[in-house]
């Protein structure tokens, strides 16, 4: 395994081709669970947006054709399905090897940031929602999707602690025990709408979530 000065993520020889063939093979599955939060969070996405950990594409479909997406996207084994993702879609792709805590964007040049099962795999979440604040200019949004921890004392939140270590390992640091909500309330936006919801497909772990719309 090699780190990229560059990008600061940990390229895995195992862990990201896993991930970029699992996410093209099981995101029309993911995405039929999660399309209702999808469509209301991400409606009326603006011509040029900016999406943290991408991944292989799947909300390229919310975008309009002939839109720019600025993607952020330090796993170099997702790029391929991507930009195949974006022609088939229309969308103009413009592909930024980084970590999300670090975009190198200008301060305040950006309308709208959107992130989808991203802010539980980064290294620090704060630090991310700052750097979105960073980018944001006034009156724009952050849009989100993410998976969260359960209620403590839940049979959900028993297993999100036990199966934590090789869930992580397998998803690239994927953490099931963040209080998302609570990390996106606290990174000072001036207004944060969330709504907690549950879906109900066999990963148990990953059943619990939030989706939203912070407001720079």
Known sequence: MTVPP???????????????AFFGLMGPYIEWNVRGQKRR?????????????????????????????VAVEPNPHMHRRLRAAAERRGVHLD?????????????GSVD???????????????????????????????????HVAA????????????????????????SCERDLAASVCAAGFARVDIQEYRLHSPFITFNTQIAGVAHA
């Open 41 to 69: 969070v991400f409606a009326g996405l603006p011509r040029t947006v900016v999406e943290l950990g991408p991944g292989v594409g799947a909300n390229l479909r919310h975008l309009a054709p002939g839109s720019t997406l």
């Open 112 to 146: 709208c940031v959107i992130s989808s099962l991203v802010l539980c795999t980064v290294t620090d979440p704060a630090a991310v929602l700052a750097e979105v604040r960073r980018i944001l200019r006034p009156g724009g949004t952050f849009r989100f999707v993410e």
């Open 151 to 174: 209620r403590a004392g839940t049979p959900t939140r028993l297993l999100q602690r036990v199966l934590r270590r090789p869930w992580a390992w397998t998803f690239e640091g994927c």
């Open 95 to 107: 592909l930024r090897e980084r970590v999300a805590e670090h975009t190198e964007l200008p301060d």
């Open 6 to 20: 560059a990008t600061g993520f940990e390229v895995h020889g195992a862990r990201g081709p896993f991930n970029a």
